[in-house]
Each structure stands twice: as C-alpha cells, then as structure tokens.
C-alpha cells in the first residue's frame, strides 16, 4: 500500500505498548495492603491490580469481576487499559500490557517516521477499545493523535434554516479508531494497522488529550 | 448509486423523525408543576422539558444547561434525543423533534422498501449522535437496526496465543453510526444517508435494542 497526503494511520495500542517496553512480568509486582483488599472486592489479581492503581488517578467504580478507574491520562475505563490478552505467557508467567506511557508523543514519533519513509503529510491515532456505562459493546478510541483534526468544534455556527447551532463538537479521532478497530477485529485478526484514506486534508494538528473532558464536568464520579 | 448485497445504509434519526411526523410545536404543549422546577434548574423551556419527561423513564443527571435522562427505548443522553436545530421554525412558532416511537421496526420497513427496490440484501441502520461522560465530542449511535450483526460476540473465545478472551463484545451497529455520522456531518451538510460498502455480508439480524446494556449492570445511575 502507497500511503497518500490525507491518509490516517491507526495503529492498535498493543503494537505500540509491547514496542515501548510495556509489558510487565506479574511475579515482578508486590500488591500493597490496598491492592490485595479491592482485588477480594473485585475478584481480579492482587497484582493485576496494584499495576492498575499504579497507572490511576481514581478508583471510580468497582465490584466484583469490575474495575473501573481514572487513568493518569485521564482515560476513564476497565483495569486502565491493561490488557492480558493476545500477550505471549512464556517461560517468564504471566503478563500484563500497560497503555504508552504517553500516547500523543508516541504519535507524534510513529507520524514523522512514517512521514519521513512515505514523502506523504499523514494523520497518526494510536487506538484502544473502549467501553460506555449504558451500551453494550466496544469501540474505538483515540488516544494517542497527532497530524489530525481531533474534536470538530462547530459550536456558533448555524443550522441549515438559521437557528444558531449550540453543541455541536464532533470527535473526529474517535470515529476514525472506531473505523480502524471494525476492520481490526479485536482479537484475533493480528492486523495492527489499519489505513483511512479519502479524507479532505486538513491542516490542524491535535492531540488525543484534547478528548478528555474536564474533571469539573464529570457528572458521573 | 447501485446498492449491492451486504450493503449497510444509514440514514439520519433526524428525517426519520420528521417522515413519522414526530414534529411537536411546543405552543401545544402545557408543562407540569414537575417540568417547570426541572426547567428552572436547568436553565430550559419548561415545555421542552416536558416533552423530554413524556419521553423518559428516568432522569439521569441535571444541572444548569444540563439534562440527561434515560429514554423509555433504554437510551441515556441528553434531552431524550429531542432536538431543536435543523428544524423550520415557521409560522408555527417552535417545534422539537422527538426520536422515532419504535426506531428498529423503522429501520425493519425502510429496509423492506429499500431491499424492493434494489433487489440487494442490505441492511439498514438509523443514527442518532451521542454524547459521553469523560470524552467529549459526539459520536454515532445505532439506534434502529435492520438486517446487521449488532454485536460481534467473541467471549468465549481464544486469543491468538490460546489464552481464553473474557470480554470482547464489538459493537458493530455504533461503529456504522459512528462512520456515517463522520460523512453525513451532523450539523449543516445535508447529507442525511450514508452507504457502507465493502462489509463481508452476514446473515444475521438484529435490533438495536440489543446493544442497550440491562438496568441491573448500570453502575452510574
């Protein structure tokens, strides 16, 4: 595939973790007091769950068999992003995978290397599946950006008969992760990379943390 | 355009609504002593407020400017789906547009008529925009569905190193919504249909209701 001015590079999350250096050995983490009583509320590993609490900001719900936190990205979700699936357990016991330590700079990185390797001006999201309180299912997210358009802010703007538009501010970037992940699959398919191309080029460049809405807007903590 | 099997098409909640006379003048409708206090704290006219009761089973969340409710279809978002931009505002004073009364038996006859029409088997998707607690920016929601696989249930299943997959459920019909919505614009395009082509065909079928996640799983009420 030749890659074209415009074209949106998504690249799953695993690939970039397990390229920096992310994967943890289990037998490595010693649980503290607090991980090893919410691991009994919630069913999960002692360490699985110190490795989560390490990553967090805030345990915002949990129960048995469910972890939900704040990761110190801001990312709210299960077990903050750490993943056990699709990781080679060898010789060393078990693993577990945790997020890019900072996503938008692994972006940025993966963007000018690609750009540098294609001659094109490219977008880069580095995306992760994620999970919504009242729908069933996954999609994409976007958590690591750069050389795209991120949120499309048309709040101002007006209808198409006049009426001043009051929200309107589309996440482009999520959509494309969600694009990437049905095309993905999400578990088996061993495809880490998928391209959007046909895109109108734009010039903006935001990253993934623009996403995260304000703590003082949280509703839900 | 020829439609061709396994074509998905999506169209807009929002001229559904409109072809199913769901257009209400709000000079008709008279506010409850309840509608009028929620209409208060929220900054909102107490017959939209209204209009958003009837059409709910629950409120979520409220605040100034703010008013998340549980629709009577299972839905949880802001307003109950009721709209007010992109609708003529004539001589009658102002409208509202509430969802469709049953979007997957509307998506179940427009794609009878579509699939008459066209001799291709296809499925057909209604999208609704949709709005999240810690991200900000909508995405694409499918809330009628006709003639998809809904959700892609992998639980139960191996990771491509053997390990047992606990929890992948893909949301096929929002990550539709989500692409469409990227295409149609949500605000002054005019595009209110959307084609997905290329999906390897599937037969099964069905609702969105599927993807509303049960009552007794909701840990943010």
Known sequence: ??????????????????AEGRLIALAEVTPSAEAVELARRTDKDPRLVQLVLDESTEVVRSKPGVLIVRHRLGLVGANAGIDQSNIEHGDGGEQALLLP??????????REALQAGSGARLGVVITDSSNRPWRLGTIGAAIGCAGIR???????????YGRELQVTLINRADAYAT???????????????????????????????????????????
Chains 1, 2 share one sequence.
């Open 150 to 160: 991120v949120l499309d802010d048309r709040r101002g703007g007006h209808d198409i």
């Open 101 to 110: 330590r900072d996503p938008d700079a692994s972006a940025r990185r993966l």
């Open 1 to 18: 595939m030749r890659l074209g001015d415009g074209d949106v590079v998504c690249v799953a999350q695993k690939v970039v973790s397990k």
């Open 179 to 221: 694009m990437a992940t049905l095309v993905m699959g999400e578990t088996t398919e061993r495809i880490p990379v998928a391209v959007i191309q046909g895109l109108a080029p734009d010039a903006v460049d935001e990253p993934a943390s623009r996403i995260i809405r304000p703590l003082e807007e949280d509703l839900f903590k």
